[in-house]
Structures are given as structure tokens and as C-alpha cells.
């Protein structure tokens, strides 16, 4: 049998493929430069200070970041959002979120009830995702010092309006956490605009990184207690982490070989502009919502247009198990989805898809129209097959 061409629809996931310029990057420090960045005074380790500098720069640019500075290199989303939460939340505190975080959040959340007895309260929410302001408004007034809140759900599509939440978390004195890993680099994201006090993001998903890179934005003057503690390359003496930001947050060698990746990710995203990543996946959500109305016995979740959505589309095939589908797809047709929960449980039981799960389509800047011309002509098959 011959494989069909490959069709990568798992972006939410991580995204594939990466700009040339990526690969091309990661290689070339690897190769040709390979120091430690922070630590040396020979000129190789000040090209990798240097390198690390430009990509926190980038970065900073990409979400309106008025320093550098303000941007802490991390891993990946989980670990800025870790940061956040363990350092920003004492004993006792009131934290306000959503029905749809992903486990990034509610995870260490649900560790902090348990180690910290902070109170968690969530937000009451449409399948659409659409949240009750009224009841954010209230709740927000119980003294709450925290809102933690996706701005875009992982599985629903849904954007968060973190606009209208910052304001009235704000005027309130409350602070707020903005899990940015799905709209980085896909969907615009201004700190300055949108004045968030923490926004975690994670680099290799819209932001077209290499894996192992994320990081977390913090509000000038912000300080959170560390979430580790080691060596920074600088004011060695002290026992203590340094004050300042980024080197407080950054102990031990970073990721350098990834970070090269990222600084040439968010180059390639700064000249080409989030907006016209975002009108591109917007147009090709647009298509998919079309395209899946057609499918048979298919129920579609989240919003129904393509603009109060990011690129990804969660459904269900009844009579179908949406882990079949996606191995099918696979199998059959050489088209990569994601079914389950996509690590967002509470999301799959606002849906009422709950513990099985769905299928999860997501679309990349590298996806065309005839990928989802495809892909719902592949999914028209497999709706008409018998069910399992
Ligand atoms: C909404 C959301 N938050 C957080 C994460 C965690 O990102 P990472 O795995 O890069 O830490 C994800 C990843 O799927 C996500 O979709």
C-alpha cells in the first residue's frame, strides 16, 4: 500500500513544521558557537550572552514587553506557570480561574489548596466558553488576589477577553495570570495594551520554537519568590538568588540550543507579523467550520465562527470513539489530530465529552486550504463507515 503524503493537524500539540531559519539556527550555535551564555568572558560565551539577549528582545517585541528584561526564559508554559502560581500565591489566598484550564494550571492550583490552603473558585462558563462577567465581577470582589485564566482554551477554541478581565481584576486589586501557550506567536498578544501583571507562554507551539523553550512575562516591580534556586553566572558570593529579573528566575545553564531556535522563531514571526499568522489560521478555521457542518453525525464544539476562535476545532463523530477516528485518520489517510482530553479535563466535561474525549483538529501557519479539504473529505469516509 502506498502512504498517503503525511498532513500534520496536531499544531495545539506543538507545531510542525518550524521555519527553516530554525533549524538552521539551532545548528549553527551548536556548531559553531556551543558556550555557556551568562558565565564566560571569552568572546564565544559573549556571542551566546548576546544571542540570548536578542531573543529576549524578540520575544519582548512579539508581546509588547516594554524590556527585555521582563521576559524570563523557562522550558515550556508549565513551568513559567509554576513560577507564577508558587511564586506569587501565599497561605491562605483567594485565586479565581476558569471551567477550562488546562492541567498546567489546575494542577498546581489544586497542589497550592492542598500545601497552602489558597482558595480556588471558578467562573461559571458556556460550552462556548463564554464567561458570566456579572459573576467574575462578584466573585472578584470576595477578595480574590489572583485571576488565572487561558487566553484561549486548548480544547473549546474560545479566546479568553482578557481586556475586560484585566480591568476588572484591576480595579479590584486583584493580579492576573494570563496562560498565553495557545495564542503566542498565533493570536496578538499585547502586555502593554492588555496590561496583565504574569502572562506564561511556551515556544514551540504558534510561537514555531523547538521544543524545551517557554517562558514568562512579569510586570515591572513584580518580584515572586523563586520556584528554584542555583547557580546565575553573577554575584556568586551571595547565598541568595540575585534580585533583578530575568537572572533571579533563571538559575542553572539554559537551554541555548533551543533559545537560538526561538530567537529566529520570533524573528520570523516579528517580519511577517502575528496579524497575518492570525488572518491566515482564522481564514483556514473558517474553512474547517464550513467543511465539518458537512460531515454526517459530526457535532462540532466551541464557538461557531472563526472569529471568536483560535485555530483548533474540537468534534465528536457519534457512534465513532474519537481515538478510533484519530488512528484511522492516521492510518488510513496519513492525517495527524489529537483525540482525548488534551490534559484539559474540566474543558472535556464543560463539552460533556467527558472521559472520553474528542477529536482535536489544530491548524498551523504552514497549513493551506486544501489540507482541510482534505481532511474533511477523509473525515465524510469515516463518518459513513459502520460504527464501532
Ligand atoms: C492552554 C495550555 N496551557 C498550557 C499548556 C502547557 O504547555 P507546555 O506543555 O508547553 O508546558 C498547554 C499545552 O498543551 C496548553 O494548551
Known amino acids: 500500500m502506498t502512504h498517503p503524503t503525511p498532513l500534520y493537524l496536531d499544531n495545539a500539540a506543538t507545531s510542525y513544521p518550524k521555519p527553516d531559519a530554525v533549524y538552521?539556527?539551532?545548528?549553527?550555535?551548536?556548531?559553531?558557537?556551543?558556550?555557556?551564555?551568562?558565565?564566560?568572558?571569552?568572546?564565544?560565551?559573549?556571542e551566546a550572552d548576546r544571542l540570548v539577549y536578542e531573543a529576549r528582545k524578540a520575544i519582548a517585541s512579539l508581546l509588547g514587553a516594554p524590556r527585555p528584561s521582563q521576559v524570563i526564559f523557562t522550558c515550556n508554559a508549565t513551568e513559567s506557570i509554576n513560577i507564577a502560581l508558587k511564586g506569587y500565591l501565599r497561605q491562605g489566598d483567594r485565586v479565581l480561574t476558569t471551567g477550562y484550564e488546562h492541567n498546567a494550571v489546575a494542577r498546581p492550583l489544586k497542589k497550592l489548596e492542598d500545601q497552602r490552603r489558597i482558595q480556588v473558585d471558578r467562573v461559571p462558563c458556556t460550552a462556548e466558553g463564554a464567561l458570566?462577567?456579572?459573576?467574575?465581577?462578584?466573585?472578584?470582589?470576595?477578595?480574590?488576589?489572583?485571576?488565572?485564566?487561558?487566553?484561549?482554551?486548548?480544547v473549546i477554541g474560545c479566546v479568553t477577553p482578557l481586556e475586560e478581565l484585566v480591568a476588572a481584576a484591576h480595579e479590584?486589586?486583584?493580579a492576573v495570570l494570563a496562560d498565553a501557550a495557545q495564542t503566542a506567536g498565533a493570536y496578538p498578544v499585547d502586555v502593554t495594551a492588555v496590561p496583565v501583571d504574569m502572562l506564561a507562554f511556551t515556544g514551540h507551539k504558534g510561537l514555531l520554537g523547538p521544543t524545551g523553550t517557554g517562558g514568562l512575562y512579569l510586570r515591572k516591580g513584580l518580584e515572586l519568590s523563586t520556584l528554584k534556586e542555583g547557580g546565575t553566572g553573577g554575584m556568586s558570593l551571595s547565598p541568595f538568588p540575585p534580585d533583578d529579573p530575568p537572572d533571579r528566575y533563571e538559575a542553572g545553564t539554559m537551554n541555548i540550543s533551543g533559545?537560538?531556535?526561538?530567537?529566529?522563531?520570533?524573528?520570523?514571526?516579528?517580519?511577517?507579523?502575528?496579524?497575518?499568522?492570525?488572518a491566515h489560521e482564522a481564514r483556514l478555521s473558517g474553512l474547517l467550520l464550513d467543511g465539518l457542518e458537512s460531515v454526517p453525525k459530526?457535532?462540532?464544539?466551541?464557538?461557531?465562527?472563526?472569529?471568536?476562535?483560535?485555530?483548533l476545532v474540537s468534534f465528536n463523530i457519534e457512534g465513532h470513539d474519537p481515538h478510533k477516528v484519530s488512528m484511522r485518520l492516521d492510518r488510513d489517510y496519513g492525517i495527524m489530530v489529537r483525540s482525548?482530553?488534551?490534559c484539559a479535563p474540566e474543558a472535556h466535561r464543560l463539552l460533556g465529552t467527558a472521559p472520553?474525549?474528542?477529536?482535536?483538529?489544530?491548524?498551523?501557519?504552514?497549513?493551506?486550504p486544501s489540507d482541510i479539504e482534505r481532511f474533511v473529505g477523509a473525515l465524510g469516509e469515516i463518518a459513513s463507515l459502520p460504527p464501532d
Open 298 to 311: 459530526l457535532t462540532c464544539y466551541g464557538p461557531r465562527s472563526a472569529e471568536n476562535r483560535i485555530g
Open 172 to 174: 479590584r486589586g486583584a
Open 24 to 46: 538552521a539556527s539551532v545548528i549553527k550555535y551548536m556548531r559553531e558557537n556551543g558556550a555557556s551564555p551568562g558565565r564566560g568572558n571569552y568572546a564565544r560565551a559573549l
Open 132 to 154: 458570566d462577567m456579572e459573576s467574575v465581577k462578584a466573585k472578584l470582589q470576595d477578595g480574590v488576589r489572583l485571576l488565572a485564566v487561558s487566553h484561549a482554551s486548548n
Open 259 to 278: 533559545i537560538a531556535g526561538l530567537r529566529a522563531s520570533a524573528q520570523y514571526l516579528l517580519d511577517i507579523g502575528v496579524d497575518a499568522v492570525r
Open 356 to 368: 472520553i474525549g474528542a477529536v482535536r483538529a489544530s491548524i498551523g501557519y504552514f497549513n493551506q
Open 340 to 342: 482525548g482530553l488534551h
